[in-house]
């Protein structure tokens, strides 16, 4: 079987990661390494690295995604743990051999280019448990996610500047009149 070589990060749900940040970052003191999109989990997920580890806040983007539906059913809080494997096929085998209940039979690409599985709660006795293998790709990938967050952050900020332009002049023009 592969080999757990570390927890990699505990996941929290969360409505609002803003809100959140006030706790995290402002009351514990906990450094945002950066957010990142995931748009195939349908999800924004925030990084506080601690120690060998991070604190993940996983926030919807979709009001019809698993992530959301599971917010919706059971509120904010912690979602799943996630272990750090050297080889998740060879630890997806033993479960299986084991009769665990897996959500993913097979190893998928998650946040970063990751490969990525998830252990029922069925089996765990109610914890989500994630299963995960660090890929020669992930830091391209973590990279161009964050790149594109930022291009849409950058966007959204020149579309509101246009508006208060426009609004700006409109009253410049109401003004002179």
């Known amino acids: 079987m592969g080999k757990i070589k570390r927890i990699n990060h505990v996941a929290i749900l969360v409505e609002d990661i803003e809100e959140t940040l006030h706790f995290w970052r402002d009351a514990l003191g906990l450094e945002l390494a950066h957010v990142e999109d ?93 299963l995960y293998e660090l890929t020669a790709e992930e830091p391209e990938i973590r990279l161009a996610r964050a790149r594109s967050l930022a291009d849409r952050a950058l966007l959204q900020s020149q579309v509101a500047a246009a508006g208060m332009v426009g609004f700006l002049r409109a009253l410049r023009s109401e003004a002179e009149r």
């Open 38 to 130: 995931v748009p195939d989990q349908e999800a924004v997920v925030a990084f506080f690295p601690v120690g060998e580890a991070e604190v993940e806040l996983v926030k919807p983007t979709t009001e019809d995604s698993g992530i959301s539906r599971y917010l919706e059913k059971r509120g904010p809080g912690v979602h799943h743990i996630c272990f750090e494997v050297d080889d998740i096929d060879a630890c997806l085998e033993k479960l299986k051999s084991k009769e665990i209940r897996l959500i993913n039979e097979q190893a998928v690409v998650g946040t970063g280019g990751k490969k990525i599985a998830f252990i029922h709660p069925e089996s765990t006795h109610g914890v989500l448990i994630e």
